[in-house]
């Protein structure tokens, strides 16, 4: 980074206007709709019940686009969102896809601690930053007049600027969290309509995704073009809880409308078969169902018995959805982890999101393979290192009984090595950075809460401590007190509800464990160190495990494509 840079770059922070969004500590999104769960809307019940999204009120934009790279956001065809502009120059990329892994672009690069640019937080290169420009056209049915559309990114890397049909849209960061734009306006019903978007390998949000991974580029996640009717649900947030026997469950399923509607709520069992049926409430914006639902089957990593739970949206222009639901309860008896009331221990391990020939882009058969092979060897539980996954992979943990630690993505690592001995004040405990912080725990909870695979939060990896990572905790526990909220860089647990550590050898853990303070119990989130010749003492830490009640069991560093 040239000085003369760095100065503009300090003295505009005076000025948070006069920075680009993707330089900007202040700027997370712009114009995005509130994170919701993740859910698709249908026509008819079935089609719901089908699971099949090519049915679903949505169209997939994902496919061959358009693509220009250039070497900076202020370098090559700045105006190609513009109708008629002439993209003869483009060639073609796939959606998804990372641009680095078809033929574009330096890289890819890979880094396990340091940032791979001049640490100066916010800050990143003006002329250093490569930008590719994606073009596609689609077209919309009429069967999508008169709905509120909604355009849908699962995951882009690292951030990105959106037009449809010349117009700016507005602007997001998060690289594993999904944002939504309302495009109601911008869409033109029954006409060709053009999506631009101009997408940035680094923001200020980059310092937040220093994880131990490969640093890759792209739109890597699907696109959608989502119709909701005028009256839309929301959002909805569905708990189980079982009684002091565990045996019987309130049935609770909070729902927000964009306004008033009657809304009809069934629970089918694994054969679809009614449980429940017929229960109606009108709701005005904000409604709740509670149902007493006499001894469930009880969903957990060996039982993962699924209801089908449906939410049909009655009157005029009526949809459905359907959410599978498992009764399940997790918590703290006596410093003990529990599950439906019994200790449970977790033989998990760290996966990482990752194809080696597609990057961040993983096939769906390529991960549902990945969860079918820990079934198979005893495995029972995941740690999404160091990010929210792609939504897909909870629905195939429900499906197979799989534990979950859902994991924000959040690490900063890399400020260990920049020096001045406070590596957390660079943004854990810098409150300029706070809202940045809470939007990824938000994002996180809110796309994936009514999954039952899910039984931890996890605030982040290798972030060292501060008050943000305190503000984060508060954020999870308004959303959601249902479940454990974990970080490991909370080494004294002064917040979170576990201890947690990393390699930890056998006589400190089985020391700690024998500590009288039974509140909090200890999981190792990461431990036997496999990448190469390892994992030699893997029996001696799982007998420990099942030897001491306080230990959670832990999470093997790592799985396969690193």
């Known amino acids: 980074m040239q000085a003369g840079e760095t100065t503009s770059m300090t003295l505009s922070l005076a000025n948070p206007l006069a920075r680009p969004d993707w ?16 859910f698709f809307l249908y026509d008819h019940e079935q089609d719901a019940l089908a699971r099949d999204v090519t049915k679903a009120r949505a169209q997939c934009l994902s496919g061959t686009w358009k693509f220009h790279l250039s070497k900076s956001p202020f370098a090559g065809p700045r105006d190609f969102y513009r109708p008629g502009f002439d993209a003869s120059e483009f060639r073609h990329i796939q959606v998804p896809g990372m641009w680095q892994l078809q033929g574009f672009g330096r890289g890819p690069h890979y880094t396990n601690i340091l940032y791979p640019w001049p640490v100066d937080p916010p800050n990143v290169s003006y002329q250093e930053n490569e930008c590719g420009r994606y073009m596609t056209f689609f077209s919309v049915d009429k069967s999508f007049e008169h709905q509120q559309l909604r355009l849908r990114f699962e995951g882009v890397d690292s951030s990105f600027s959106v037009w449809v049909n010349g117009r700016n849209v507005g602007y997001s960061q998060g690289s594993r969290n999904p944002s939504e734009f309302d495009v109601t306006d911008f869409v033109h019903v029954g006409k060709e309509n053009k999506l631009a978007v101009e997408v940035y390998q680094r923001c200020d949000g980059s310092y937040l995704e220093d994880q131990d991974e490969w640093w890759l580029s792209g739109i890597f996640r699907d696109v959608y073009l989502h119709a909701f009717p005028k009256v839309h649900p929301v959002d909805f947030h569905i708990k189980t809880d079982l009684d002091e026997k565990f045996e019987n469950a309130i049935l609770r399923v909070s729902l927000h409308v964009s306004g008033s509607r009657s809304v009809e709520l069934k629970l089918l069992d694994h054969k679809r078969q009614e449980v429940l049926s017929h229960k109606t409430l009108d709701i005005t914006r904000f409604g709740e169902f509670k149902i007493d639902v006499e001894n469930p089957h009880k969903w957990t990593a060996e039982t993962p018995y699924l209801y089908h739970l449906v939410l049909n949206f009655l009157g005029h222009d009526q949809c459905s959805v359907v959410q599978r639901v498992g009764f399940r309860k997790t918590g703290l008896i006596d410093g003990v982890f529990c599950i439906n009331g019994s200790p449970v221990k977790l033989r998990g391990v760290n996966r990482h999101e990752h194809h080696p020939d597609h990057g961040r882009a993983v096939p769906y058969d390529f991960m549902r393979r990945d969860l079918l092979l820990m079934k198979t060897h005893n495995i029972n539980a995941i740690r999404t290192s160091h990010q929210i ?25 890399g400020f260990a090595a920049v ?55 508060d954020a999870i526990k308004l959303m959601d007190d249902s479940r454990l909220i974990h970080y490991e860089g909370d080494g004294n647990a002064q917040t979170v509800d576990i201890f947690s550590r990393m390699y930890s050898d056998l006589a400190s853990i089985d020391a700690f464990a024998k500590e009288r303070d039974w509140k909090k119990p200890l999981v190792l989130c990461e431990f036997l160190h496999s990448m190469g010749n390892s994992v030699g003492n893997a029996k001696e830490y799982i007998e420990l495990f099942y030897k001491h009640p306080r230990l959670m069991g832990g999470f093997v560093w790592e799985w396969a494509n690193h």
């Open 23 to 38: 330089s900007n500590v202040h700027v997370i999104h712009r114009n995005t709709l509130p994170p919701r769960s993740h």
């Open 389 to 413: 996954n792609d939504a897909r992979l909870y629905d195939v943990a429900d499906e197979l009984g799989l534990w979950v630690l859902d994991e924000a993505d959040l690490e900063c690592h």
């Open 419 to 473: 020096g001045g001995g406070n590596a957390a004040g660079y943004t854990s405990d810098n409150p300029v950075w706070k809202e940045q912080y809470i939007d990824r725990a938000r994002q996180m909870v809110a796309r994936d809460k009514n999954h039952a695979c899910i039984i931890m939060w996890s605030l982040g990896n290798e972030s060292f401590y501060g008050q943000n990572h305190q503000a984060m905790y």
